[in-house]
């Protein structure tokens, strides 16, 4: 059974064959860290976990590299505008190291709200840039740099193979110059060091062969993934988002200065939608985790929704959609926490046919319809639990570790139940519903899980 990804640059789904037997190198694009990650930023952090988990699950050893940006990200993609954390930093009145420092413990909250695995490595791109610099400098030595009055840009007319992972119609860009060109040769070109201009005017700045500045966007992560994971890697991933502009630039790059596109794979999860937008930081209008905590949403429910759409499929959110989320992990986990002590070994037939839905490109969907026919399957129930124990290494639910709740149930109310009970299995079918109302009346949910009936206290809505 061989694991197989979609791989942007080929535009096909491809085997995976890591580079060193048994191991594989992953670099992420994490965030820029001026503000809070919205859900939509979260699902693609999902996404990166699930091929964690999987690439692990197929018993590969995965070194996680993602980057922190701190610097550089400037509003417009077009090498314009005003770095996006020193903007913030004018606008609350803190420093741009505070605001970093700040937004980053939140993602990171964020993460491990959502079981996500810690990458092996966190790099900042403040701290690299010594790398960063000696990239520039060896561009340089190669002819694949110029000079404007605002910064260091990279020539992307020296490559014909520039734009290929985003298949980019480089006449059509030129015919339409959608944005203003300034000194840049080429629409195409993008910044590699930019001049900080006015004395004091920025905080994150340092010294360089070129003068006082600070580093493009794009040279961090192809600096911090060659300095974390070599020239040449098995898996670069991210959003959709970057697949036109940031991650284009890094294989232009590390193509001129290597000679290789940095990964052997790279991958893109789709859009989280709100109706037909997809949502973004940018414009000031999004969601965030917390947001759904303070409703008082599980925060594992919004993990249970995203496993439920392919990571190249878009996802829509809605309330209703992530009620029901809620409502099917919950099932999940009482179903499983009913089964008992896990028992024996996992069963092999049924972790192939989950590794199977995993090796499809990562197909969570199908694989959480094999957990749930696990369920109905005629295995004793403690081999249930131990094969459910290795599905969930994958799914990252962390179901074996959830308890309910404790309910003190009324002695009336333990009555009624027993009743009903009782009326259900004598197949009086009105009579257990009229007592199910009465329990209800009472304060008291019931939901009839493999293990038995559970009462929850419930708010009355009068």
Not at 17 to 43: F, M, Q, S, W
Not at 259 to 287: E, V
Request: hydrophobic share 40%; glycine share 8%.
């Amino acid at each position: 059974m061989t694991l197989h990804l979609y791989d942007t640059y080929s535009r096909s789904l491809r085997p995976f064959t890591a580079i060193e037997e048994g191991k594989a190198g992953l670099y992420a694009c994490g965030p820029t860290v001026y503000d809070y990650a919205h859900i939509g930023n979260l699902r693609t952090y999902l996404f990166v976990d699930g091929l964690r988990r999987a690439l692990a699950f197929n018993g590969i050893e995965v070194r996680h590299v993602m980057n922190i940006t701190d610097v550089g990200h400037l509003t417009s993609d077009a090498d314009s505008g005003d770095d996006k954390i020193e903007a913030k930093s004018a606008r609350s009145g803190k420093s741009a190291w505070d605001i970093a420092a700040e937004f980053t413990r939140a993602f990171e909250a964020d993460l491990q709200q959502l079981n996500i695995l810690a990458p092996t490595v966190w790099c900042r791109a403040t701290d690299h840039i010594v790398e960063q610099i000696a990239f520039i400098r060896d561009l340089e030595t190669k002819g694949h740099t110029y000079a404007t009055s605002d910064g260091i840009y990279f020539d992307t007319a020296r490559q014909s193979s520039y734009g290929k992972l985003a298949r980019l119609n480089r006449a059509g860009l030129q015919a339409g110059k959608r944005v203003e060109l300034g000194e840049k040769r080429d629409i195409c070109d993008f910044a590699l060091w930019k001049f900080s201009g006015t004395p004091g005017e920025r905080q994150m700045e340092w010294d360089s062969p070129w003068g006082l500045g600070f580093p493009g966007w794009h040279i961090e992560c192809s600096a911090m993934a060659e300095k974390h994971l070599g020239t040449y890697f098995d898996i670069h991933c991210g959003g959709e988002d970057h697949v036109a502009v940031h991650h284009s630039n890094e294989i232009a790059q590390t193509e001129a200065r290597h000679g290789t596109r940095l990964a052997n794979f790279w991958l893109h999860g789709a859009f989280l939608k709100t109706g037909d937008a997809k949502m973004s930081k940018s414009s000031g209008d999004f969601l965030r985790l917390q947001s759904l905590v303070e409703q008082g949403v599980d925060p594992l429910a919004y993990r249970y929704l995203c496993l439920g759409a392919h990571y190249r499929s878009s996802l829509n959110f809605t309330d209703e959609a992530l009620r029901a989320a809620a409502s099917g992990l919950s099932r999940l986990r009482t179903s499983v926490h009913a089964l008992g002590p896990a028992e024996g070994e996992a069963d092999a037939a049924w972790l192939a046919r989950f590794a199977a839905m995993l090796n499809d490109d990562l197909n969570y969907p199908r694989g959480l319809a094999v957990a749930w026919d696990l369920l109905k399957s005629e295995l004793s129930d403690g081999v249930k639990k131990a094969t459910m124990a290795r599905f969930d290494e994958a799914l990252g639910l962390d179901l074996l570790a959830w308890q309910p709740l404790e309910v003190a149930v009324p002695e009336a109310v333990v009555a009624l139940m027993a009743a009903r009970e009782l009326a259900r299995r004598e197949r009086r079918w009105h009579d257990a519903d009229m007592l199910r109302a009465q329990m209800r009346e009472a304060g008291y949910e019931i939901e009839d899980t493999a293990g038995g009936t559970v009462a929850k206290r419930v708010r009355r809505s009068d």
